[in-house]
């Protein structure tokens, strides 16, 4: 289903990255059994897929794919918040839903959860529009960064408390392209720098 080239093509990019901790394969092999699961549990249901952009783009296309039930999609994008309004968990939409969606069953679809503070501002927005369920899956949870308790009903795999690159995930807007996911090298991660 997804474009899987070997972690060599990947030249330049691959360099920058110390260890893969998932593969293309495993990736892949987790997506479709939470695809299983969803298309069961939600069998009958329309449920509408909520993502934020960018980053879960490339979870979003193969969840979708791997969903044998009727469903919906839908984005947010959200502005890049500064150090401060990010501590306090504030966001600003910078593109809403396209439809209502009161009476709707909703799955917010995630790369990944790390406070969780993000996640925990947009779920409160959309709850106060009445869905008539509303539920999260993530691919990737890092449990140990959490401040705040968010019910995950679908989750991938956990990380460690480490900034991790590939399957979407960006430091400085690259990386996203790599089909894996992987830690980056201390000389390219430079979290001080502007
Ligand atoms: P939080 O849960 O509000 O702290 O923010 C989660 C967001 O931070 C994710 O949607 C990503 O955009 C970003 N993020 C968190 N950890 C990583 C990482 O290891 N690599 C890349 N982006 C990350
Ligand atoms: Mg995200």
Request: hydrophobic share 40%; net charge neutral; charged share 25%.
């Amino acid at each position: 289903m997804s474009i899987q080239l070997p972690p060599e093509a990947y030249g330049e990019l691959t360099q920058g990255i110390s260890r893969i901790l998932y593969t293309a394969e495993q990736i892949e092999q987790r997506v479709h059994e939470i695809g299983r699961e969803i298309s069961r549990d939600y069998e009958g249901c329309r449920p509408l897929f909520i993502g934020v952009l960018k980053g879960v783009f490339p979870f979003m296309a193969d969840l979708l794919r791997a969903v044998t039930i009727p469903v919906e999609v839908d984005f947010m994008a959200i502005a890049n918040y500064t150090a401060v309004a990010r501590g306090q968990g504030f966001v600003r939409v910078q593109k809403d839903l396209d439809e209502p969606i009161t009476n709707r069953h909703i799955l917010f679809v995630e790369d990944v959860i790390d406070t969780g503070l993000t996640l925990n501002y947009l779920l409160n927005l959309l709850k106060a529009r009445n869905p008539a369920t509303l539920k999260v899956c993530t691919l990737f949870d890092k449990p140990e960064r959490r401040l705040i308790r968010i019910p995950i009903r679908y989750r991938g795999f956990d990380l460690p408390d480490r900034f991790v690159v590939g399957y979407g995930l960006d430091y400085r807007e690259m990386y996203r392209n790599l089909p894996f996911v992987g830690l980056l090298k201390p000389e390219v991660f430079r979290p001080s720098a502007p």
